[in-house]
């Protein structure tokens, strides 16, 4: 069994609630007593039926005013899979919180409304979801119920979504499946009443979709998180370099650099609890030995020594704003990327996109809050990176205020 | 090229293992919420693999309400003393002497609110800056939305509606004096995969988990044990019953359920089959529709 991270996309009239609702009560997720007090809570609203919504939304302030603030995060499992599930608002406003729940996805879900087609939220979704670089994408045509089960609708919502898919760069694989979240067509089991759609039904394509590629296998990538010294009789001389693989394989005996020193060795042991193995790879936590004594710390990177990273002060990164304060032009903040903390100063704003018309707005000098743009940085030690495109671990960044500490923007590296 | 693909339970690990270190490194001195129910169990086991050969490098911490079971106590102090870790416990009776909480009232007082000052207080004396706690999303719809990493102004408090975004794999410990965090490696973990991972590991658990005989009544729609702490009501009625319990806290509060599993493999068929969530015996999230939410607000666990 493994596990398929997904996030849904969509605005409550798109019947997101109804459809995480039905995969969990139909994978029987939902447990008599959370039935039990969301039919209250329901009741004591005035609601007409059973508020799916409930469940996902737990704070007070969203139970009140009907709304959800933040990314809530759900689990089910078949026995074929585990799923976790960010479900994130839809509205313009929560661009931020979609894209953090796209950061650890491998598959998105965008809703389209089989009556309204593809609108400019469902341009906005498949944006971000090309952005953060998912690379399943599911287009559920919703409320097929509505439109009589009419194939025709469904097939023009398809090429509409298609020639506009074409403009994106990385979406590499979309799939669209005709449902009605409400009646449970094509939810878990193939409907009765659209004999002409031949494809699988969402939770059995969600079971069966291939997510072995989503780690880079190929460049060797290892980020020092903690240096281990038990200092024990046992242990005297032991010295672990503990860590998480980025990307890539290493073995016993492989040619490494440890960057930014660039001093060449090679991989001595790598030691788990459990013993030694012959071969580690992303997203594996462990510890390695080093055959030479070298200075290492936290924050260093051990990579393959024939297929180094980039290391430059200067980056170029598309950036999402997430603060209420519009950025700093010229400001200078704190970057964290891997296991390395330092400073950047925002250099230049390229371009802003519109994310409704997909744009790019040229002159601006800052971003606001929900904001995407190609910014120029430049920190105070190199960064030890690739391209968010090549992998996601090390082409990732955050940027945090300095003065309140605050998470203000997240970066993918060009 | 080989298939390079984890197990859900391979990848969970992974994952918790990562947030364990990142809190070694980005805190000066963390600790570990140890309340000897199984998820704090569960945690310092990987506490002892993301640090071997080393020790674990912080302190395990109980909040000690007095109302145990004598099983957990038991429990506890053998598996701190397998682990060689360093056990500090602040005691809820020490605040009540000291003034600093008031004992509820009433046939359903409960020392499980009054646990937030002592957690507290004990913070504040040993100057943690980072508190790992055994939480899991799936147990509650406020821990729905709870970070890896979570922000506690010098309250203690959470502000649940103004946390910092989490993404990827990058989190974002930067705290003013006084302020701390809570850390949740077991965020991503749900109640089964928690018995698989305890199972697959060989993970010893304190006698309660499994079924046994024990003297029980019924209160509030929960199957309270017979201890020196709850006084039983007239028309209550006291039965021996074959029960277990599946979440284990104070025994003021912690409900037991009639099942017959006896081992891992028994628990583990029963909780897929379970239609009630686990801490549906739990009577300290039924004061209110947002109970969990408003003692987290304040600094609970």
Known sequence: ?414 | MPDYNLSHLDQLEAEAIYVLRETAAQFRKPALLFSGGKDSILMAHLARKAFWPAKVPFPLVHIDTGHNFPETITYRDEYVANLGAELVVGLVQDSIDSGRVVEEKGINASRNKLQTVTLLDTIEANQYDACLGGGRRDEEKARAKERFFSHRDEFGQWDPKNQRPELWNLFNGRKHEGEHFRVFPLSNFTEMDVWLYIQREGIPLPSLYFSHEREVFLRGGSLLAVTDFVTVQPGEAVEKKVVRFRTIGDATCTGAVESAAGTLDAIIDEVAAARQTERGTRSDDKRSETAMEDRKREGYF
Not at chain 1, 231 to 245: C, I, M, P, Q, T
Not at chain 1, 327 to 332: E, L, P, S, T
Not at chain 1, 395 to 407: D, K
Request: charged fraction near 25%; glycine fraction near 8%.
């Open chain 1, 1 to 414: 069994m493994d596990i398929l991270r997904f996030t849904t996309a969509g605005s409550v009239d798109d019947g997101k609630s109804t459809l995480i609702g039905r995969l969990l009560y139909d994978s029987k997720s939902i447990f008599e007593d959370q039935m039990a007090a969301m039919e209250e809570s329901s009741k004591r609203r005035g609601d007409a039926v059973v508020n799916l919504a409930l469940l996902t939304d737990g704070l007070k302030a969203e139970r009140e005013q009907g709304i959800t603030i933040d990314v809530a995060y759900r689990y089910f499992a078949t026995p074929k899979r585990k799923f976790i599930i960010a479900d994130t608002p839809g509205h313009i406003q929560y661009t931020r919180n979609m894209v953090t729940g796209a950061s650890t996805a491998n598959l998105a879900i965008i809703l389209v409304d089989a009556r309204k087609g593809v609108i400019e939220q469902t341009k906005r979704h498949s944006f971000i979801a090309d952005l953060l670089r998912i690379q399943h994408v599911v287009v559920a045509v919703n409320k097929m119920d509505l439109v009589g089960y009419d194939e025709a609708v469904y097939n023009r919502i398809v090429e509409d979504y298609k020639a506009f898919a074409s403009r994106l760069d990385n979406l590499i694989d979309i799939t669209a499946i005709p449902i009605s979240a409400l009646n449970g067509d094509n939810v878990v089991d193939k409907s009765n009443a659209m004999p002409w759609y031949q494809g699988p039904s969402l939770l059995y394509h969600l079971e069966t979709v291939y997510v072995g590629g989503e780690h880079n296998h190929v460049d060797a990538r290892f980020p020092v998180q903690w240096v281990i010294r038990p200092l024990s009789n046992e242990w005297h001389d032991f010295r672990g370099y503990a860590g998480r693989v980025a990307g890539g394989v290493f073995k016993p005996g492989d040619d490494v650099t440890v960057l930014p020193s660039g001093f060449t060795t090679k991989v001595r042991e790598i030691h788990t609890a459990e013993g030694l193995l012959e071969e580690t790879f992303a997203p594996q936590s462990v510890t390695m030995t080093l055959a030479t004594e070298i200075d290492i710390s936290r924050g260093d990177m051990i990579v393959k020594a024939n297929n180094p990273p980039a290391v430059t002060q200067e980056i170029e990164a598309m950036v999402c704003w997430f603060s209420q304060t519009p950025m700093a032009a010229r400001g200078k903040y704190i970057l964290r990327h891997t296991t390395r903390e330092t400073q950047a100063v925002i250099r230049d704003v390229r371009y802003m996109v519109d994310i409704n018309t997909l744009h790019k707005v040229e002159g601006v000098s800052s971003l606001a809050m929900n904001d995407i743009g190609r910014l120029a940085l430049r920190t105070a030690v190199p960064l030890i990176h690739d391209s968010y495109r090549r992998n996601r671990i090390t082409g990732s960044f955050i940027l945090i205020h300095p003065g309140t500490n605050e998470t203000v923007g997240a970066g993918m590296i060009l």
